[in-house]
């Protein structure tokens, strides 16, 4: 069975405090890793996908990177606009996702 | 954007009643998707379809039905709801033809009472 573990739950950065948030996986045959955002009240925002290891991805202050077991997901320079969960989901063999519980990350001014 | 709509986007029923949550895209996704979105849990599949007709349970599948009798249109029915069921529902969708990044609609907040 796929399984997705976030971590940490929660971070609070102050505005300007560069960090990672981890997402370990365990998965027979990855076939992708997805980043989504989320904002209260809202669906999912498809972010980015990984494919392999070593692979990164850039979006703004965002930067998503893969190895064998885990993805990061570097926030540089944060800002307040950047407060949101943060959703990792893996893609094995079919066309379904399992998603991690999420890190909610809240940005101080 | 994937021109996603759920409808309606809150609801209160009660106990017992039948209710269907509809799902519309306008992209011609071949695949598509129900999720029930609980505190502690994570998004968790309850339905996906891979096709007009097609479609295949999830891991929570358990009192939901489902039906895809158009492209764009995805229906998830609760037969009996129970208090259980409480939750926020999110349809996505995908293309599944070079990449399987998933698309989200805006949410539907069901309360049984």
């Known amino acids: 069975e796929d399984q997705v573990t976030q971590s940490p739950e929660a971070l609070r950065l102050q505005e300007g405090e560069s960090s990672s948030l981890n997402c370990s996986y365990t998965v027979s045959g990855l076939r992708g890793l997805f980043w989504y955002r989320q904002d209260p009240g809202k669906g999912p925002e498809f972010l980015f996908t990984?494919?392999?290891a070593g692979e990164e991805k850039e979006k703004e202050r965002l930067k998503a990177t893969l190895t064998k077991k885990e993805s990061f997901l570097h926030i540089t320079a944060p800002k307040p606009e950047d407060s949101a969960t943060y959703l990792c989901?893996?893609?094995?063999?079919?066309?379904?996702?399992?998603f991690g519980a999420g890190t909610t990350v809240t940005v101080r001014a | 954007d994937a021109g996603i709509t759920q409808s309606p986007r809150h609801k209160v029923t009660e106990t017992g009643t039948p209710v269907t949550l509809r799902c519309h895209q306008t992209e011609n996704h071949r695949y598509m998707y129900w999720y029930r979105q609980d505190p502690g849990h994570g998004l968790r599949l309850i339905h996906y379809?891979?096709?007009?007709?097609?479609?295949d349970k999830g891991e929570v599948s358990d009192g939901y039905s489902v039906s895809r009798s158009k492209t764009e249109d995805f229906l998830l029915t609760l037969e009996s709801a129970t208090s259980s069921q409480t939750s926020v529902y999110f349809c996505?969708?995908?293309?599944?033809?070079?990449?399987?990044?998933?698309?989200f609609g805006p949410g539907t907040r069901l309360t049984v009472t």
């Open positions: 379809s891979y096709g007009v007709k097609d479609t």
């Open positions: 996505a969708t995908a293309t599944g033809s070079t990449s399987y990044e998933q698309y």
């Open positions: 989901a893996v893609q094995a063999g079919d066309y379904k996702l399992s």
């Open positions: 990984l494919y392999s």
